[in-house]
């Protein structure tokens, strides 16, 4: 039952048929082109004409006293289909590839009309007249034609060859074993569940504002589903939308006819590393359709509601859980590492299981007997099985939005050496250990950590430096957006539990040389004087920042944590606090006053604060703290 803490399993994997091949036929030659619009400021005016003209003016508010629940899921269905009339867009095509021989489209003739239109020029500034010849704009126009016909012969060559690729070469074998690795085959028939779906209970009417609410909670910028309907689109008119999902939710709830275009999913292999031929080497992001999602928050939200009641979850459980933190779970290991590793106290062993796939090749069916048994509402697990029942998903091969075929889914998260055994197999012992993204070492130090992510974030920052002069059209601020959410992101993770043992300015130099590699600056200007023209904090500032809002918003959700608790009333000092104290200290605080702040206002310092100190050496939260 647990992730995180000690536990002895006995473990019998019945995997039927494993070694056999996939049932299904995976093939690209019948594939089809799915590509939605970006979502943009003209494009949200262009939504809002079209919404008011079409579809409030077509689809009247549902009521479930005038239409059955068949009819208004079919009317359902027809506004989704409405929708995606607006979103749909032909797929674009390929961009330019720039190779160190030029366009690889820029043929004889385009090289044949250039060496033309060069001598006509050259011909005219030697003759030194004052106006070009009537001929060099004839010229001109027969250099771009050539240009055009030369692009779009070689884009369609490229696209016929794409959609003509022969199933058996090894990018198509890669992508089958891809697709059989995580789809395996169906679930035996079982009838374990049958009795439970006799005489189901009947589920209360839907809420509008609980819709509202799940509305309000949807993150914008996401890429939709198979539906393309942004989350922008939805939240535009979220109390038109919370009436008619509350309506057509309740007869889903009553049918079980769950819309099909929520079951599908467009797979996009994302390549992290290696080589490109090896399945392996990519990371699979599954796109959802958006409102499928919020009908799967409605029964998640009653799911959760069931297991809280039932104390099913233990406090160990920090997984998929609000107000847990896998910090938190690193903070307590590092604790007991540290607590135990001293003569006196004895010795501390920890194993680590590492399920790979678990999420995506764990059999449904188990999960489905297992709730059953727990006692969970027989419609909300009949509402979650048909939620799941019939899925499918489709891979994109091309960046014009090529699917394949689709494929259903039905699974689917210097020292003493010694020597350790499992049924007589031994058991490697390891120096360094990843544990929820942290590296731990045998001696609690941090250098390997410190070393993973600084040539994690190096990396980043090049290819974002890459990226802004060859195709980042020279924008700044996107520049600084996308560096804090990556770069920062990277080196600011679980940095309360390391930022206070190791020397925060050997990271800065991170930041210092992508902010005077982005504007081009010569060495002799300060690293201040950047930070000050682009009115960003130092990198040690920031850490300190997250490093502090971590501790405030431990203590206050230290009454709902306990292990937090039990780290807490532990003898033992706990990992850091003597260095925030010292920290907030210097800074000319009190910690015990700083407790006392309301959270919000702690880790959210007013605008106005914000751009003042800009230009103060002190960080800002500091100040602004002691504002408030």
């Known amino acids: 039952m647990s992730d995180h803490l ?128 009537r001929n060099y704009q004839q010229a001109k126009t027969a250099y771009k034609q050539a240009q055009r016909m030369a692009k779009q012969e070689w884009q369609q060559n490229r696209w016929q060859k794409i959609k003509e690729i022969p199933l058996n070469q090894k990018y198509c074998h890669g992508l089958g074993i891809l697709l059989r690795k995580y789809f395996a085959s169906p679930d035996s028939k079982t009838n374990a569940l049958d009795v439970v779906f006799y005489h189901l209970p009947i589920r209360p009417p839907t809420d509008p504002d609980e819709i509202l609410n799940l509305i309000s909670k949807l993150k914008i910028g996401k890429a939709p589903g198979p539906d393309l309907v942004p989350a922008e689109a939805i939240k535009l008119h979220s109390d038109w939308w919370a009436k008619i999902l509350a309506v057509t939710f309740d007869a ?211 290819a974002l430096l890459r990226f802004f002069f060859s195709d980042g059209a020279l924008h700044v601020p996107s520049a600084l957006k996308v560096f804090k959410a990556k770069v920062i992101a990277t080196l600011a993770y679980a940095v309360p539990l390391w930022g206070t043992a190791v020397n925060l300015m050997t990271l800065e130099v991170i930041q210092n040389q992508f902010l005077r590699r982005l504007l081009k600056l010569p060495q002799c200007v300060s690293n201040a004087a950047i930070r000050l023209e682009l009115k960003t904090t130092s990198l040690e500032n920031t850490l300190w920042r997250r490093s502090l809002c971590y501790w405030l918003s431990l203590r206050h959700r230290l009454p709902n944590l306990y292990l937090i608790q039990c780290l807490w009333r532990d003898n033992f000092p706990v990992l850091g606090a003597k260095e925030i104290h010292s920290k907030v200290v210097t800074y000319g605080l009190s910690p015990s006053e700083l407790l006392e702040l309301d959270l919000a206002t702690a880790k959210k310092p007013s605008l106005k604060n914000l751009r003042r100190l800009t230009y103060n050496k002190t960080p800002f939260w500091v100040v602004a703290l002691a504002h408030h």
Request: glycine share 6%; aromatic share 10%.
């Open 252 to 462: 889903i709830n009553a049918t079980g006819r769950v819309p099909k275009i929520w079951k599908d999913a467009i797979i996009i292999p994302i390549y992290k590393k290696g080589s490109p031929d090896n399945p392996e080497n990519y990371r699979n992001i599954s796109l959802l359709s958006i409102v499928g999602k919020i009908y799967a928050r409605f029964l998640l939200n009653r799911l959760i509601q069931w297991a809280e009641k039932k104390k099913l979850i233990g406090p160990e459980q920090a997984g998929f859980r609000p107000n847990q933190s896998t910090t938190d779970h690193v903070l307590v290991l590092h604790h007991l590492a540290r607590k135990y590793s001293s003569s006196n106290r004895g010795q501390l062993c920890a194993a680590f299981i590492n399920l790979k796939a678990a999420f995506d090749r764990i059999p449904r069916r188990l999960l489905w007997e297992k709730l059953a048994r727990r006692g969970i509402d027989r419609r909300l697990l009949w509402l979650i099985i048909q939620l799941h029942e019939g899925s499918a998903a489709r891979m994109r091969i091309t960046p014009a939005g090529d699917l394949t075929n689709s494929v259903p889914i039905n699974r689917g998260v210097r020292r003493k050496s010694y020597k350790w055994q499992l049924d007589g197999k031994p058991i490697e012992q390891v120096y360094k250990f990843q544990y929820l993204g942290v590296f731990l070492q045998y001696n609690l130090g941090w250098k390997a950590h410190i070393a993973h992510i600084l040539n994690k974030a190096k990396a980043l920052s090049f």
């Open 6 to 133: 000690p536990l002895s399993a006995k473990l019998s994997l019945d995997w039927q048929s494993i070694k056999s091949r996939h049932p299904i036929y995976m093939g690209i030659n019948t594939a089809e082109q799915v590509r939605g619009i970006k979502w943009s400021v003209t494009q949200a005016q262009k939504y809002m004409e079209f919404f008011q003209q079409e579809i409030i003016q077509t689809h009247v508010a549902l009521d479930l006293d005038l239409y059955g629940h068949e009819q208004i899921i079919n009317s359902f269905s027809q506004l989704t289909e409405d929708l995606m009339s607006f979103f749909t867009v032909p797929a674009i095509q390929v961009n330019r590839a720039h190779f160190k021989t030029g366009a690889p489209w820029f043929n004889l003739k385009c090289k044949q009309a250039r060496r033309h239109l060069c001598a006509i020029y050259n011909e005219y500034k030697s003759s030194g007249a004052l106006v070009l010849p």
